[in-house]
Protein backbone atom coordinates (compact mmCIF):
# COMPACT_ATOMS: atom_id res chain seq x y z
CA UNK A 1 0.00 0.00 0.00
CA UNK A 2 1.26 3.61 -0.67
CA UNK A 3 1.80 6.05 1.63
CA UNK A 4 1.49 9.02 -0.88
CA UNK A 5 -1.42 9.83 -3.33
CA UNK A 6 -2.88 12.43 -5.80
CA UNK A 7 -6.18 12.62 -3.44
CA UNK A 8 -7.15 11.50 0.09
CA UNK A 9 -11.08 11.32 0.45
CA UNK A 10 -12.20 10.91 4.05
CA UNK A 11 -15.47 9.55 3.80
CA UNK A 12 -16.66 6.55 1.73
CA UNK A 13 -20.11 7.23 1.52
CA UNK A 14 -21.99 8.74 -1.55
CA UNK A 15 -19.82 11.99 -1.57
CA UNK A 16 -16.89 10.54 -1.02
CA UNK A 17 -17.19 7.01 -3.27
CA UNK A 18 -18.86 9.48 -6.25
CA UNK A 19 -15.87 11.54 -6.73
CA UNK A 20 -13.06 8.56 -5.91
CA UNK A 21 -15.01 7.10 -8.73
CA UNK A 22 -14.74 10.36 -10.62
CA UNK A 23 -11.60 11.06 -10.10
CA UNK A 24 -10.05 7.31 -11.17
CA UNK A 25 -11.57 8.16 -14.10
CA UNK A 26 -9.58 11.32 -14.93
CA UNK A 27 -6.64 9.38 -13.91
CA UNK A 28 -5.63 10.14 -10.21
CA UNK A 29 -4.26 8.02 -7.52
CA UNK A 30 -7.14 8.17 -4.84
CA UNK A 31 -7.03 6.98 -1.13
CA UNK A 32 -10.47 6.52 0.16
CA UNK A 33 -10.88 6.36 3.91
CA UNK A 34 -14.04 6.09 6.14
CA UNK A 35 -14.38 5.23 10.20
CA UNK A 36 -17.25 3.26 9.75
CA UNK A 37 -17.40 -0.51 8.23
CA UNK A 38 -19.79 -1.55 5.58
CA UNK A 39 -22.47 -2.14 4.89
CA UNK A 40 -23.41 0.25 7.95
CA UNK A 41 -26.43 3.01 7.92
CA UNK A 42 -26.34 6.07 8.42
CA UNK A 43 -29.52 8.96 9.54
CA UNK A 44 -31.01 9.74 6.11
CA UNK A 45 -33.89 10.21 4.37
CA UNK A 46 -31.98 8.79 0.91
CA UNK A 47 -33.72 10.35 -1.97
CA UNK A 48 -32.69 10.54 -5.30
CA UNK A 49 -34.95 12.41 -7.69
CA UNK A 50 -35.20 11.61 -11.24
CA UNK A 51 -32.52 14.01 -12.50
CA UNK A 52 -30.13 12.40 -10.06
CA UNK A 53 -30.58 8.82 -11.64
CA UNK A 54 -29.23 9.77 -14.39
CA UNK A 55 -26.03 11.06 -13.03
CA UNK A 56 -25.73 7.54 -11.11
CA UNK A 57 -26.84 5.68 -14.89
CA UNK A 58 -23.38 8.04 -16.23
CA UNK A 59 -22.17 6.21 -13.13
CA UNK A 60 -22.68 2.71 -14.10
CA UNK A 61 -24.11 1.96 -10.60
CA UNK A 62 -27.84 2.47 -11.65
CA UNK A 63 -28.65 -1.29 -13.07
CA UNK A 64 -27.28 -2.27 -9.64
CA UNK A 65 -28.84 -0.32 -7.32
CA UNK A 66 -32.09 -1.57 -8.98
CA UNK A 67 -31.02 -5.10 -8.66
CA UNK A 68 -31.89 -4.61 -5.12
CA UNK A 69 -35.90 -4.37 -5.77
CA UNK A 70 -36.11 -1.10 -4.03
CA UNK A 71 -39.24 0.58 -6.15
CA UNK A 72 -38.60 3.01 -8.42
CA UNK A 73 -41.92 6.09 -8.35
CA UNK A 74 -42.76 9.00 -9.98
CA UNK A 75 -45.45 10.48 -8.16
CA UNK A 76 -45.84 13.19 -5.12
CA UNK A 77 -48.54 13.97 -2.61
CA UNK A 78 -48.43 16.84 -1.06
CA UNK A 79 -50.43 18.29 1.78
CA UNK A 80 -49.58 22.22 3.18
CA UNK A 81 -52.44 22.72 5.10
CA UNK A 82 -55.46 22.71 3.22
CA UNK A 83 -53.84 22.66 0.13
CA UNK A 84 -53.32 18.95 -1.80
CA UNK A 85 -51.16 18.74 -4.54
CA UNK A 86 -51.16 15.23 -6.43
CA UNK A 87 -49.45 14.52 -9.11
CA UNK A 88 -46.15 13.26 -11.21
CA UNK A 89 -42.63 14.75 -11.04
CA UNK A 90 -41.85 15.70 -14.91
CA UNK A 91 -39.18 14.03 -16.69
CA UNK A 92 -35.75 15.10 -16.96
CA UNK A 93 -33.95 14.03 -20.75
CA UNK A 94 -36.04 10.99 -20.64
CA UNK A 95 -35.95 9.69 -17.17
CA UNK A 96 -39.34 9.55 -15.11
CA UNK A 97 -37.80 7.53 -12.29
CA UNK A 98 -37.55 8.51 -8.61
CA UNK A 99 -35.77 5.99 -6.13
CA UNK A 100 -35.38 5.96 -2.49
CA UNK A 101 -32.99 3.32 -1.70
CA UNK A 102 -31.37 2.96 1.86
CA UNK A 103 -28.05 3.66 2.50
CA UNK A 104 -27.39 -0.04 3.80
CA UNK A 105 -27.58 -0.73 0.14
CA UNK A 106 -26.39 2.14 -1.74
CA UNK A 107 -23.47 3.01 0.62
CA UNK A 108 -21.91 -0.20 -0.31
CA UNK A 109 -22.83 -0.72 -3.73
CA UNK A 110 -20.96 2.65 -4.28
CA UNK A 111 -18.03 2.09 -2.43
CA UNK A 112 -16.87 -1.55 -3.78
CA UNK A 113 -17.60 -0.03 -7.47
CA UNK A 114 -15.35 2.50 -6.42
CA UNK A 115 -12.73 0.39 -5.02
CA UNK A 116 -12.64 -1.45 -8.29
CA UNK A 117 -11.71 1.57 -10.41
CA UNK A 118 -7.60 1.34 -11.18
CA UNK A 119 -5.97 3.65 -8.71
CA UNK A 120 -8.61 3.39 -5.98
CA UNK A 121 -7.56 2.17 -2.35
CA UNK A 122 -10.02 1.63 -0.11
CA UNK A 123 -9.61 1.86 3.72
CA UNK A 124 -12.34 1.19 6.09
CA UNK A 125 -12.20 1.47 9.95
CA UNK A 126 -9.70 4.47 9.69
CA UNK A 127 -10.15 7.40 11.88
CA UNK A 128 -8.56 10.64 10.99
CA UNK A 129 -7.13 12.65 13.86
CA UNK A 130 -4.75 14.97 12.41
CA UNK A 131 -3.88 16.80 8.67
CA UNK A 132 -0.46 16.59 7.98
CA UNK A 133 0.81 20.68 7.23
CA UNK A 134 3.21 21.77 5.33
CA UNK A 135 3.83 25.38 5.96
CA UNK A 136 0.04 26.72 5.61
CA UNK A 137 -1.16 23.79 3.28
CA UNK A 138 -2.40 20.97 4.07
CA UNK A 139 -0.43 17.40 2.74
CA UNK A 140 -1.80 15.01 3.98
CA UNK A 141 -3.82 12.92 6.87
CA UNK A 142 -3.15 11.31 10.61
CA UNK A 143 -5.08 8.61 11.94
CA UNK A 144 -5.55 5.48 13.42
CA UNK A 145 -6.37 2.28 11.54
CA UNK A 146 -9.07 -0.83 12.53
CA UNK A 147 -6.28 -2.06 15.08
CA UNK A 148 -5.44 1.15 16.97
CA UNK A 149 -1.99 1.94 15.07
CA UNK A 150 -1.07 5.25 14.21
CA UNK A 151 -0.72 5.56 10.11
CA UNK A 152 0.37 8.78 8.07
CA UNK A 153 -0.59 9.32 4.44
CA UNK A 154 0.17 12.08 1.92
CA UNK A 155 -1.40 13.47 -1.00
CA UNK A 156 -1.91 17.09 -2.77
CA UNK A 157 -5.14 17.51 -1.61
CA UNK A 158 -7.49 16.15 1.28
CA UNK A 159 -11.10 16.04 0.62
CA UNK A 160 -13.87 16.36 3.15
CA UNK A 161 -16.77 13.93 2.56
CA UNK A 162 -17.39 13.32 6.23
CA UNK A 163 -20.47 14.71 6.62
CA UNK A 164 -22.86 17.25 8.27
CA UNK A 165 -20.03 17.74 11.47
CA UNK A 166 -16.99 17.05 9.04
CA UNK A 167 -13.83 16.45 10.75
CA UNK A 168 -11.37 17.88 7.54
CA UNK A 169 -13.71 21.01 7.62
CA UNK A 170 -13.16 21.33 11.65
CA UNK A 171 -9.55 20.50 11.09
CA UNK A 172 -8.67 22.72 7.98
CA UNK A 173 -10.79 25.55 9.84
CA UNK A 174 -13.25 26.42 7.20
CA UNK A 175 -14.96 29.16 7.66
CA UNK A 176 -18.81 29.18 7.49
CA UNK A 177 -20.43 31.27 5.06
CA UNK A 178 -24.29 30.83 6.36
CA UNK A 179 -25.85 29.34 9.13
CA UNK A 180 -29.44 29.12 9.61
CA UNK A 181 -30.93 26.87 12.83
CA UNK A 182 -33.86 24.95 12.86
CA UNK A 183 -36.44 25.26 15.03
CA UNK A 184 -37.19 21.97 14.92
CA UNK A 185 -36.23 18.41 16.19
CA UNK A 186 -36.17 15.59 13.29
CA UNK A 187 -37.16 11.66 13.58
CA UNK A 188 -36.82 9.02 10.85
CA UNK A 189 -37.44 5.46 11.34
CA UNK A 190 -38.87 2.61 8.73
CA UNK A 191 -42.44 1.00 8.64
CA UNK A 192 -43.66 -2.45 7.19
CA UNK A 193 -47.03 -2.84 5.74
CA UNK A 194 -47.66 0.66 5.72
CA UNK A 195 -50.15 1.19 2.80
CA UNK A 196 -50.60 3.82 0.32
CA UNK A 197 -53.64 4.29 -1.51
CA UNK A 198 -53.35 4.42 -5.42
CA UNK A 199 -49.74 4.63 -7.22
CA UNK A 200 -46.91 4.76 -4.78
CA UNK A 201 -44.53 7.50 -4.17
CA UNK A 202 -44.01 10.21 -2.04
CA UNK A 203 -46.13 11.92 0.59
CA UNK A 204 -45.43 15.30 2.32
CA UNK A 205 -47.33 17.05 4.75
CA UNK A 206 -47.14 19.95 6.83
CA UNK A 207 -50.07 19.99 9.36
CA UNK A 208 -50.44 22.77 12.59
CA UNK A 209 -46.47 23.19 12.25
CA UNK A 210 -45.41 20.26 12.06
CA UNK A 211 -44.04 17.96 9.05
CA UNK A 212 -44.22 14.31 7.95
CA UNK A 213 -42.52 12.82 5.17
CA UNK A 214 -42.98 9.41 3.39
CA UNK A 215 -40.78 7.51 0.93
CA UNK A 216 -41.01 4.12 -0.22
CA UNK A 217 -37.68 2.03 0.08
CA UNK A 218 -35.84 -1.09 0.19
CA UNK A 219 -36.68 -4.05 1.90
CA UNK A 220 -40.42 -3.29 1.45
CA UNK A 221 -40.59 -0.92 3.98
CA UNK A 222 -41.50 2.93 3.66
CA UNK A 223 -38.73 5.61 5.39
CA UNK A 224 -40.54 7.87 7.24
CA UNK A 225 -39.41 11.16 9.08
CA UNK A 226 -41.19 13.65 10.74
CA UNK A 227 -40.34 17.55 11.95
CA UNK A 228 -41.63 19.07 15.71
CA UNK A 229 -40.85 22.34 16.99
CA UNK A 230 -38.19 21.84 19.76
CA UNK A 231 -40.12 24.36 21.83
CA UNK A 232 -42.98 21.61 22.03
CA UNK A 233 -41.64 19.95 25.09
CA UNK A 234 -44.23 17.54 25.84
CA UNK A 235 -44.41 16.19 22.36
CA UNK A 236 -40.06 16.19 22.21
CA UNK A 237 -40.20 14.71 25.74
CA UNK A 238 -42.52 11.74 24.65
CA UNK A 239 -40.04 11.18 21.71
CA UNK A 240 -37.50 10.74 24.00
CA UNK A 241 -38.83 8.57 26.36
CA UNK A 242 -41.06 6.11 23.71
CA UNK A 243 -40.63 7.16 20.21
CA UNK A 244 -42.68 5.25 18.14
CA UNK A 245 -45.53 6.30 20.85
CA UNK A 246 -44.54 9.64 20.40
CA UNK A 247 -44.75 9.30 16.67
CA UNK A 248 -48.64 7.41 16.54
CA UNK A 249 -49.90 9.92 19.15
CA UNK A 250 -48.19 13.37 17.44
CA UNK A 251 -49.63 12.20 13.89
CA UNK A 252 -53.30 11.49 15.28
CA UNK A 253 -53.34 14.72 17.25
CA UNK A 254 -51.59 16.57 14.14
CA UNK A 255 -52.57 14.82 11.05
CA UNK A 256 -55.63 13.30 11.83
CA UNK A 257 -57.74 12.68 8.95
CA UNK A 258 -55.02 11.96 6.25
CA UNK A 259 -53.68 9.08 4.63
CA UNK A 260 -50.96 9.18 6.53
CA UNK A 261 -52.63 8.68 9.76
CA UNK A 262 -54.58 5.49 7.72
CA UNK A 263 -50.85 4.45 6.30
CA UNK A 264 -49.50 4.38 10.19
CA UNK A 265 -52.35 3.01 11.74
CA UNK A 266 -51.86 -0.26 9.93
CA UNK A 267 -47.95 -0.26 10.27
CA UNK A 268 -45.20 -1.40 12.56
CA UNK A 269 -41.76 0.29 13.36
CA UNK A 270 -39.89 -2.06 11.75
CA UNK A 271 -36.11 -0.79 13.38
CA UNK A 272 -35.01 1.49 15.84
CA UNK A 273 -36.31 5.49 15.82
CA UNK A 274 -33.41 7.87 15.29
CA UNK A 275 -33.75 11.59 16.37
CA UNK A 276 -31.96 14.63 15.60
CA UNK A 277 -32.61 17.58 17.42
CA UNK A 278 -31.73 20.74 16.03
CA UNK A 279 -29.16 21.23 12.97
CA UNK A 280 -27.25 24.47 11.20
CA UNK A 281 -28.44 24.95 7.44
CA UNK A 282 -24.93 25.57 6.52
CA UNK A 283 -22.97 26.95 3.50
CA UNK A 284 -19.11 26.69 4.09
CA UNK A 285 -16.05 27.97 2.36
CA UNK A 286 -15.98 24.62 0.19
CA UNK A 287 -11.83 24.73 -0.24
CA UNK A 288 -8.01 26.36 0.94
CA UNK A 289 -4.68 25.22 0.02
CA UNK A 290 -4.66 22.04 -0.09
CA UNK A 291 -7.88 20.69 1.42
CA UNK A 292 -11.65 20.87 -0.15
CA UNK A 293 -15.08 19.73 0.97
CA UNK A 294 -18.13 17.72 -0.37
CA UNK A 295 -21.71 17.04 0.34
CA UNK A 296 -22.72 17.89 3.78
CA UNK A 297 -19.65 18.88 4.57
CA UNK A 298 -19.91 21.91 2.49
CA UNK A 299 -23.45 22.58 2.12
CA UNK A 300 -26.43 21.25 4.50
CA UNK A 301 -29.88 22.03 4.32
CA UNK A 302 -33.35 20.66 5.68
CA UNK A 303 -33.76 17.29 4.78
CA UNK A 304 -37.73 17.74 4.00
CA UNK A 305 -37.31 19.04 0.30
CA UNK A 306 -35.18 15.75 -0.17
CA UNK A 307 -31.63 17.62 -2.35
CA UNK A 308 -29.05 16.01 0.11
CA UNK A 309 -28.56 12.96 -2.12
CA UNK A 310 -28.07 14.91 -5.58
CA UNK A 311 -25.57 17.66 -4.03
CA UNK A 312 -23.29 15.45 -3.04
CA UNK A 313 -23.27 13.38 -6.60
CA UNK A 314 -23.13 16.99 -8.48
CA UNK A 315 -20.50 18.41 -6.08
CA UNK A 316 -18.39 15.25 -6.47
CA UNK A 317 -18.72 15.40 -10.28
CA UNK A 318 -17.73 19.48 -10.11
CA UNK A 319 -15.01 19.00 -7.91
CA UNK A 320 -13.25 16.17 -10.56
CA UNK A 321 -13.87 18.13 -12.93
CA UNK A 322 -12.87 21.47 -11.76
CA UNK A 323 -9.27 19.27 -10.39
CA UNK A 324 -8.39 17.71 -14.20
CA UNK A 325 -8.80 21.59 -15.69
CA UNK A 326 -5.26 22.41 -13.57
CA UNK A 327 -2.24 20.48 -13.85
CA UNK A 328 -0.62 22.73 -11.63
CA UNK A 329 -3.18 22.45 -8.81
CA UNK A 330 -0.49 23.89 -5.54
CA UNK A 331 -0.31 27.43 -7.35
CA UNK A 332 -3.83 27.83 -8.30
CA UNK A 333 -5.44 27.31 -4.55
CA UNK A 334 -7.68 30.54 -4.77
CA UNK A 335 -8.45 30.35 -8.57
CA UNK A 336 -9.46 26.88 -7.70
CA UNK A 337 -11.51 27.53 -4.92
CA UNK A 338 -13.65 30.53 -6.27
CA UNK A 339 -14.02 28.56 -9.37
CA UNK A 340 -15.62 25.67 -6.90
CA UNK A 341 -17.50 27.74 -4.70
CA UNK A 342 -19.19 29.86 -7.48
CA UNK A 343 -20.23 27.03 -9.47
CA UNK A 344 -21.65 24.93 -6.48
CA UNK A 345 -23.62 28.33 -5.12
CA UNK A 346 -24.99 28.64 -8.51
CA UNK A 347 -25.98 25.28 -8.97
CA UNK A 348 -27.19 24.85 -5.41
CA UNK A 349 -27.98 27.96 -3.26
CA UNK A 350 -31.89 28.54 -4.75
CA UNK A 351 -32.75 25.56 -3.35
CA UNK A 352 -30.70 25.74 0.10
CA UNK A 353 -32.89 28.86 0.55
CA UNK A 354 -36.37 27.45 0.11
CA UNK A 355 -35.36 24.61 2.50
CA UNK A 356 -34.35 27.42 4.95
CA UNK A 357 -37.79 28.07 4.50
CA UNK A 358 -39.21 25.10 6.03
CA UNK A 359 -36.66 25.14 8.69
CA UNK A 360 -38.15 27.96 10.45
CA UNK A 361 -40.86 27.04 12.89
CA UNK A 362 -43.46 29.93 10.99
CA UNK A 363 -47.07 29.29 9.76
CA UNK A 364 -47.08 29.39 6.28
CA UNK A 365 -47.99 33.13 5.15
CA UNK A 366 -51.13 33.99 3.14
CA UNK A 367 -49.02 34.75 0.50
CA UNK A 368 -47.46 30.85 0.69
CA UNK A 369 -50.76 29.62 0.91
CA UNK A 370 -52.28 31.13 -1.80
CA UNK A 371 -50.15 29.75 -4.17
CA UNK A 372 -50.09 25.84 -3.12
CA UNK A 373 -54.16 26.73 -3.49
CA UNK A 374 -53.84 28.03 -7.10
CA UNK A 375 -51.61 24.95 -7.51
CA UNK A 376 -53.83 23.26 -6.36
CA UNK A 377 -56.96 24.22 -8.75
CA UNK A 378 -54.17 24.24 -11.66
CA UNK A 379 -53.53 20.95 -12.57
CA UNK A 380 -50.74 22.05 -15.72
CA UNK A 381 -48.92 24.16 -12.74
CA UNK A 382 -47.90 20.76 -10.98
CA UNK A 383 -45.15 19.61 -13.23
CA UNK A 384 -43.65 22.76 -12.92
CA UNK A 385 -44.30 23.20 -8.58
CA UNK A 386 -42.56 19.62 -8.70
CA UNK A 387 -40.03 20.29 -10.80
CA UNK A 388 -38.87 22.91 -8.74
CA UNK A 389 -37.11 19.56 -6.81
CA UNK A 390 -35.82 17.58 -9.75
CA UNK A 391 -34.44 20.88 -10.99
CA UNK A 392 -36.34 20.29 -14.38
CA UNK A 393 -37.99 23.91 -13.79
CA UNK A 394 -36.06 26.71 -12.04
CA UNK A 395 -37.97 28.36 -8.93
CA UNK A 396 -38.52 31.86 -10.89
CA UNK A 397 -39.94 29.81 -14.14
CA UNK A 398 -42.55 28.42 -11.90
CA UNK A 399 -43.14 31.96 -10.84
CA UNK A 400 -43.54 33.08 -13.98
CA UNK A 401 -46.22 30.60 -15.05
CA UNK A 402 -47.92 31.06 -11.48
CA UNK A 403 -48.46 34.92 -12.24
CA UNK A 404 -49.51 34.39 -15.88
CA UNK A 405 -53.00 32.08 -13.92
CA UNK A 406 -53.28 35.37 -11.51
CA UNK A 407 -53.51 38.20 -14.39
Not at 150 to 164: F, H, N, P, S, T
Request: net charge negative; glycine share 10%.
Amino acid sequence: MNDTYDVIIVGARLAGSTLAYELSKRGFGVLLLDRAEFPSDTLSTHNFFNNSLLMLKDMGVLDKLLETNTPVYRRAKIEFEDAVIDGRFPEVDGETRCLCIRRTHLDGILLEHARSQAGVTVMEGFKVSQLVMEGDTVAGVIGQNRSGNRQEYRAKLVVGADGRLSAVRRLANSERLIGVPTGYASYVCYLSNYKQEGEIGLEFYRKNGNYAIVFPTSDNLYVFGTMFPMDDKRTLERFQTDAEAGIRELIDRDFAGTTLQQGLAHSKVAEHVKGLHGYDNHWYRGMGKGWALVGDAICFKDPTIGQGMHDALFGARLLAEILAGKDDWNGSWDELAVTYQQEMERKLMSRFHLGCQFSVNVPFTEEQMAVYRLVEANPDLIPPFFGIYNYAFELEDFQALAMKKLS
